[in-house]
């Protein structure tokens, strides 16, 4: 509040007071709206989420709680949801947009406002607050006297690492992987502040760095206004990443769906100190195509194998990803044997815009690659579980280095399969499509072709294809006997 930004961001974990700060200075910058020339101080702000029952839920009730109807005027339940207040010299117009369906997003683009809040920000694109940024400051009009403080104002959780707000906040480096123009617009403008909370509570960690319990933060946010059992309460039975973002106010994924790895576990899977390079020993490469082209990059030694590191881009070409990718491979790796290449067996076929097959493509960059054995789901899918679940001499089958920071948010609960919006506990039956789908693709492709998952191809038979005979009725039952 000290702060006369543009735009402030403010980042903290649950119960810590962000969505009440937000709110009441909404009212207080209204406070401060100079008066026109019948000495009204008028202003309308939006406040912004990123769905309806959420909105209703979450925003509004917070927004009642602090200003409720029977003080401050009624509140209209009819979109766009509405609190018109008007207190002494005061009029303030407060509207409640979910961004949910497209005609909400043109809504938020014909409004002449003052200012803005955005809750729960690590949920809305980056486009839709650069929209908003473009609506504030025309309320009230100059020939009124003009808006006194115009403003756009967030709050959220932690987002991912890959999200733009950590970027802009400077918190993490933009990925080489990332193109110019993406970066160009994630530069934190000189009129832009963002702002961290103390985590709500502390790790202790043993003689040996694991995370052995948690203790309360003194120095946490709000501490007067919650129970001293909240957070120890509240982290009973939840997984350390879930931890981490709401509580520990660190950035991660929290998998809102159902994680397809459940063998999966960090404290073993994730190696604590760089994974040494075997010079001499096979580089094993994995490739999925398309416009978010993914890499990873393998060794394996006595039935382990080692994920050394990754390559995801974001809207780039196969062309453009195969010049990252030699730079990588020259990088890191020259010292290795020979480099083996995996890739998605869809890539042998040639696309409907361009004659040429992305096989064709790597050739042409000097990248041999060949198309793994399958693409069945089933196979790709057991060919890592079976890596999962595999112990050599009390050493996990697999280990990932750290560097490859998108494939083990993958395993953490990114790559998942979908809920349904369904009553009960219901799921796709294939993974989600999303940006950690293509690491996770490419991982499978390079196990399989180094040779996991071979028993369930051995298992595989062809398909037996039935000729049917004319006039045959496929809706039509035939018991014997009738």
Not at 276 to 285: C, E, H, K, R, T
Request: charged residues 25%; contains cysteine.
């Amino acid at each position: 509040m000290k702060s006369d930004a543009f735009v402030r961001g403010l980042r903290g974990p649950v119960g810590s007071g962000k969505s009440v700060t937000c709110a009441v200075e909404l009212f207080r910058r209204a406070l401060e709206q100079k008066p026109n020339k019948n000495g009204v101080r008028k202003t309308r702000y939006a406040v912004v989420r990123n769905t309806n029952p959420e909105l209703r839920t979450t925003t509004i009730k917070t927004w009642l709680d602090w200003f409720p109807e029977e003080t401050y005027g009624r509140f209209n339940w009819t979109p766009p949801y509405t609190h018109n207040i008007a207190v002494g010299p005061v009029e303030m117009e407060v509207i409640f947009l979910a961004l949910d369906k497209p005609e909400d997003v043109k809504k938020l683009l014909s409004l002449e406002l003052s200012g803005a809040w955005i809750n729960e920000a690590r949920e809305i694109p980056k486009s839709i607050v650069d929209a908003v940024t473009m609506r504030v400051d025309r309320y009230p009009s100059l020939r009124e006297g003009g808006c006194t403080h115009p403003f756009v104002i967030m709050d959220t959780n932690s987002p991912e690492e890959d999200h733009w707000w950590p970027i802009m906040s400077g918190d993490v480096s933009p990925p080489d992987t990332m193109s110019i123009e993406l970066v160009k617009s994630l530069v934190r403008p000189s009129d832009w502040e963002f702002f961290s909370q103390p985590p709500a509570m502390n790790e202790l960690r043993d003689e040996e760095g694991n995370v052995e319990s948690y203790r309360q933060n003194p120095d946490r946010e709000n501490k007067a206004n919650m129970s001293a059992d909240y957070y120890p309460r509240i982290i009973t039975g939840k997984t350390r990443e879930w931890i981490n973002v709401y509580v520990l106010n660190k950035y991660g994924t929290i998998a809102d769906g159902k994680p397809v790895f459940t063998q999966f576990n960090g404290e073993v899977h994730v190696a604590r100190e760089p994974i040494p390079v075997q010079a001499g020993a096979p580089l094993w490469i994995g490739i999925d195509f398309g416009l978010t082209p993914a890499a990873v990059f393998a060794q394996r030694a006595h039935g382990r194998w080692f994920i050394l590191s990754e390559l995801v881009a974001q809207d780039m070409g196969l062309v453009r990803f195969c010049e990252m990718l030699r730079g990588h491979i020259g990088l890191h790796f020259s010292e290795t044997g020979e480099k083996i290449i995996w890739g998605d067996p869809a890539g042998d076929f040639r696309a409907q815009t361009d004659e040429r097959r992305p096989f064709d493509i790597m050739r042409a960059a000097g990248l041999q690659a060949r198309p793994a054995q399958t693409n069945d789901p089933v196979v790709r899918l057991e060919s890592v579980r079976s890596v999962l679940d595999r112990m050599v001499d009390g050493k996990p089958g697999l280990l990932i280095d750290r560097s490859a920071a998108t494939l083990i948010r993958a395993f953490e609960g990114g790559y998942q399969y979908r809920r349904l919006q369904v009553s009960g506990e219901r799921y796709t039956d294939t993974p989600n499509k999303n940006k950690y789908s293509h690491v996770s693709d490419a991982l499978q492709y390079v196990l399989l072709g180094g040779g996991e998952g071979r028993q369930l191809l051995q298992g595989q038979s062809p398909m037996k294809v039935i000729q049917a005979k004319a006039g045959f009725n496929p809706f039509e039952r035939r018991y014997a006997g009738r």
